[in-house]
């Protein structure tokens, strides 16, 4: 959490799931266990929830319900490899996702109005999962400069 000292955020520690996304607009997943493990169900993720999946990907690995991901647009770094590490490892083939590129690039708009989620799934790739990161940390800073 010392890294993140000076960047404007409030940063607390949670001990459980619900505690940790409560109010949030924005929530960031990690996990290199082998197992489906939900941690998030589908009631818990509201709209306008800005969702980076993080991790160590692996056939198997999963935090979020399959139904929160068949909601909302989904963002990836490569999808041959997402679909079969990421948490869109359960959804079709042919289920529709974004290459992350393409928002980061300005061709594509990620979250469209407060009713979408973007969801990033990615799956350890470290260098676009920083940049994912400071290209939220950038919407933030926009954002929060537009309301203050």
């Keep these: 959490m010392s890294n993140l000292t000076g960047l ?3 940063v607390i520690a949670c001990t459980t ?6 109010g949030a607009e924005i929530i960031i997943t990690y996990s290199a266990g082998k197992q ?3 941690i998030f169900s589908d009631n818990m993720i509201g709209a306008g929830v800005h969702i980076n999946a993080i991790g160590g990907g692996c056939l198997g690995k999963t935090i979020l319900h399959s139904n929160i991901l068949r909601r909302y647009n989904i963002f990836v770094e490569y999808p041959p490899e997402t679909r079969i590490k990421g948490e869109i ?9 974004t290459e992350i590129w393409k928002v980061e ?5 990620g979250l469209k109005n ?3 989620i973007m969801l990033v799934d990615s799956v ?3 260098t676009e999962d920083f940049t994912s990161l400071r290209h939220v940390l950038k919407i933030f800073r926009k954002q929060s400069s537009l309301s203050g």
């Excluded at 799931?17 to 409560?22: D, G, L, M, Q, T």
């Excluded at 690039?105 to 708009?109: F, L, P, Y």
């Design 8 to 10: 404007g955020l409030d």
């Design 17 to 22: 799931p619900v505690e940790a996304i409560s």
């Design 36 to 38: 489906c493990a939900i």
């Design 114 to 116: 407060d009713q979408k």
């Design 89 to 97: 490892q359960y959804l079709p083939e042919d289920h529709p996702v």
């Design 124 to 126: 350890g790739f470290a």
């Design 105 to 109: 690039a300005g061709t594509i708009v």
